[in-house]
C-alpha cells in the first residue's frame, strides 16, 4: 500500500516574530499541505489553537495527539490523517524522559518536556488501500541535551519494537530531531535497520540541504528533520519543499514529504 506522509515544525505561536507570528500564517501553511496531498501530516510545536485554526482549512482531515504537559497544555506533536485514506486502530502518548508514562517531565538534562504521540491507522479500501496499514510516530526531539537526545530515540525504538512485535505494523517515525545526520540519534535508527528517508535522494542525506530556515529559506546547510521507515517499508521518493505560500514561508521549517509503500500488517486489531 502506498503512503504520502510529511513531517512539518509549525513554528509555535510567539508573537514577537512579528510578520511571521502564527495569526499570519495558517493559510500558507494550509496551502503547504494541501499541494502535496499527503496521507499523514506530522506536525511539531503546534499549540491546541493552532490545530483549531488549520482544521476548517484542512477539511478531508483528522487528527490525534495531546499536549507535551499533558490534555491540551502546551506543544503538540499531533498526527493528522485523511478519512479517506484511513482510520484510527489505536494511539497515545508517551514522554522522553525516565518516566514516559507522565508528560511534562523534564528527561536526561532536556531544556522542555519532550515527548512522542503514535496512532496505529488501516488503510481503508475507498481509499485505495489493501487492508494494510501504517503506524506512525512523532516526535520532536530536545534542542539542547545530547544524552535527551539519543535516550529519547531509544526510547521511542523500544516503543516502536515492542508494537511491531504485537502487531507486525509497518511504521514510520517522522519528527523534528535537532540533530544533523551523523548525530548518534540518527546512526542509531539505521544502524538497526530504520530507512533513512533522504537515502531516496541522489546522494542521500549529505545531499538533503537545511530543513531549518529561519524564515530566511536557502539550503545551505543539513537537514535536522526526518522521516524514517521500519525495516520492509520502501521508501519511493522524498522532497523538501521549500516554497513560498501566500507570498511567504509557512514556517521557519520547511515541510518534508515522501512517498512510502508498505505491505499488509500481520494484525489489524490487537
Given amino acids: 500500500m502506498e503512503w504520502k506522509v510529511m513531517t512539518f515544525n509549525l513554528r509555535t505561536n510567539v508573537p514577537s516574530d512579528g510578520d511571521n507570528a502564527w495569526p499570519r500564517r495558517p493559510k500558507a501553511v494550509a496551502k503547504a499541505i494541501l499541494r502535496h496531498d499527503p496521507d499523514v501530516v506530522c506536525v511539531q510545536e503546534a499549540l491546541y489553537a493552532m490545530l483549531l485554526d488549520l482544521a476548517p482549512l484542512l477539511p478531508d482531515y483528522a487528527w490525534v495527539g495531546e ?8 506543544e503538540f506533536c499531533a498526527v493528522w490523517y485523511k478519512n479517506s485514506k484511513a482510520s484510527v486502530a489505536e494511539y497515545g502518548s ?25 496512532v496505529r491507522l488501516n488503510g481503508t479500501a475507498d481509499g485505495g488501500g489493501d487492508g494494510g496499514g501504517l503506524t506512525v510516530f512523532n516526535t520532536h526531539l530536545d534542542h539542547v541535551s545530547e544524552p535527551a537526545q539519543v535516550n529519547g530515540m531509544r526510547l521511542i525504538m523500544g516503543r516502536i519494537g515492542e508494537l511491531r512485535a504485537r502487531t507486525g505494523a509497518s511504521v514510520v517515525l517522522t519528527g523534528d530531531f535537532n540533530v544533523g545526520p551523523a548525530h548518534a540519534a540518527v546512526r542509531g535508527l539505521e544502524q538497526a535497520g530504520y530507512v533513512n528517508g533522504y537515502s531516496a535522494l541522489p546522494g542521500g542525506a549529505a545531499k538533503a540541504g537545511a530543513t531549518f530556515h529561519d524564515f530566511r529559506g536557502g539550503e545551505a546547510g543539513e537537514p535536522i528533520d526526518y522521516i524514517f521507515a521500519s525495516p520492509g517499508v520502501a521508501v519511493q521518493r522524498i522532497e523538501v519543499d521549500r516554497g513560498k505560500y501566500e507570498g511567504r514561508y509557512p514556517s521557519d521549517h520547511y515541510p518534508v514529504c515522501a512517498v512510502l509503500t508498505t505491505k499488509p500488517d500481520r494484525a489489524k486489531t490487537g
Fill in 94 to 118: 508517551f514522554g522522553l524522559s525516565e518516566t514516559p508514562e507522565r508528560l511534562g517531565e523534564l528527561g536526561w538534562g532536556a531544556d522542555y518536556p519532550r515527548m512522542c504521540t503514535w
Fill in 67 to 74: 499536549g507535551r504537559r499533558g490534555g491540551q497544555a502546551d
